[in-house]
């Protein structure tokens, strides 16, 4: 260990003089499992300007963590940063001014705390309650400052908001100024893709572009927004165990229709029978899904920014991107849907095909109410209006036959 540290001595420059409170060298010992030698690892540390800095050329793409675009000096500060206070929270100096630090953290944290509650696309690391217990703990410590535990939480706050202007690329002209807000071009996809993309979402009822629309507001530009992270994963736990209920209600009621005598003894090859069987195959098929994906979600859904980045960055591996996690989210609410279609076939069936022309009647009336009233319910909350698509149209019209210039 002293020869290595006598090496890397030798090869500073003579101004760079070592100090307790200013400059420190940090070496370790590793081994090279490829050539099978003792290496030395080093780095030095800056706290005026809170740095880490090197006297050789070293790759960038672990201190990067991934991020495309990394060009600024300004902007590479702030990872190089980020590894100081790394630094700090694992080896505090005591003899750091403590109190500075303390102040320039909580106004820190008054202005994350500031921007969440004025709107919804915060880029701080912490949501509102979590900024509320960091404030308590700022008070805590400005009671009884000093020391190395109070650097050590110092230090590990402060890595948490210079790791988020890292990401967010601050005090660049192309910096992300709200959370669901991407700071590169989008790449355009091959019409095959997009077909497909397009069939399965009309195959699922939509299903896989709302979930497309709520995964794109986490997961941008390959980083995650934690506090956006926990809510959309508290969101999908509760739609999944809520089609977990409606699953096992419709399994019932499949089963109950086919125990109807006038269904069971029809023919095996019926309408009924078929469409019931295909229900419940649907019905199943949602069940089973929802558990599991409900099962991955308090498995990963919990877990770190750190974690989950890796986890959807495996999940989005494939030609589909983003949209293969959308599909699989949506596939449980898709079957379900699936599922109660099958039924209303088959009881729709049994009634229109069995019933005197009175009930006839009734029933055809009352199901085309239904189905009109759940149509434009569907249309008013896809923000599809007829009425005003008409009268666009009609307006659009009337300019243009009162424009003598339009061809």
């Given amino acids: 260990m002293d020869s290595c540290v006598d090496e890397v001595l030798a090869l500073t420059p003579p101004e760079l003089q070592l100090c307790c409170n200013k400059i420190e060298l940090v070496v370790q010992l590793a081994w090279n499992q490829k050539s099978k030698v003792r290496i030395c690892r080093y780095y030095f540390i800056d706290h005026d300007k809170h740095l880490l800095f090197w006297l050789h050329e070293l790759p960038t793409v672990k201190l990067f963590c991934g991020v495309q675009g990394v060009e600024k000096l300004s902007h590479i500060k702030y990872a190089v940063e980020h590894q100081y206070w790394q630094h700090c929270e694992m080896y505090p100096n005591a003899n750091l001014p403590c109190a500075q630090l303390l102040r320039e953290l909580k106004e820190v944290v008054v202005h994350a705390s500031a921007e969440t509650v004025t709107t919804d696309v915060s880029l701080s690391p912490f949501d509102g309650d979590e900024l509320s217990k960091i404030l308590d703990l700022i008070d805590q410590l400005g009671e009884n400052i000093g020391g190395t535990y109070s650097i050590c939480v110092i230090a590990r706050f402060m890595r948490y908001f210079v790791r988020a202007k890292f990401f967010n690329f601050c005090g660049l002209p192309a910096a992300r100024l709200d959370a669901d807000q991407t700071v590169y071009k989008k790449k355009k996809r091959s019409k095959l893709i997009l077909v497909l993309s397009w069939t399965f979402n009309v195959a699922m009822f939509g299903a896989p572009q709302s979930h497309m629309e709520e995964l794109r507001r986490v997961w941008v530009d390959r ?185």
């Fill in 223 to 407: 980083s995650i927004n934690s506090p956006r992270w926990k809510n959309f994963n508290s969101k999908l736990s509760t739609e999944w165990s809520s089609i977990t209920i409606y699953s096992t209600v419709m399994i019932a009621v499949d089963v109950s229709f086919l125990a109807v005598p006038s269904v069971s003894n029809q023919n095996s090859g019926s309408v009924p029978i078929i469409s019931i069987y295909l229900s419940i195959f649907c019905i199943v098929g949602s069940l089973v899904v929802s558990l599991f994906l409900t099962r991955q979600n308090r498995l990963y859904g919990q877990e770190s920014a750190d974690t989950a980045v890796d986890f959807l960055t495996k999940m989005t591996g494939s030609a589909f991107g983003t949209k293969a996690v959308a599909t699989v989210h949506g596939l449980p609410y898709a079957m379900l849907l699936w599922g109660m279609l099958y039924f209303m076939l088959a009881f729709s069936y049994q009634v229109f095909t069995s019933t005197p022309t009175l009930t006839l009647a009734t029933t055809g009336s009352a199901c085309g109410l239904v189905a009109l009233f759940t149509l434009w319910l569907i249309y008013a909350a896809r923000d599809f209006h007829i009425s005003t698509r008409f009268l666009e149209w009609l307006r659009a019209s009337i300019c243009k036959a009162r424009d003598p210039n339009t061809a």
